[in-house]
């Protein structure tokens, strides 16, 4: 295999990452504002979301089947300091 050979397929697996990444967040933001509404994503809940991990995003949209209230998806989640 060529290096440019190398390269396409290195790009299109980190192409398709990205995608996969990005889908999750995109359901589990669905998932949140079907279930708390659409007030819960400020800000701060969507830039936490856009930096979670693959695992992260994947732990939160389990915990949302059982959770009873929005704190409940994100008990890891650090609390605003001010």
Known sequence: MTLAERLLHRG???GRQEGRQE?????????LTKRFGQDVL???VQERLRTAS???LDLWAERILDARAFEDVFSDF?????
């Open 78 to 82: 650090p609390e605003d300091p001010s």
């Open 42 to 44: 400020d800000i701060r």
């Open 23 to 31: 889908g999750r967040l995109l359901l589990l933001q669905r998932q």
């Open 12 to 14: 299109k697996q980190e």
């Open 54 to 56: 693959p695992e992260q």
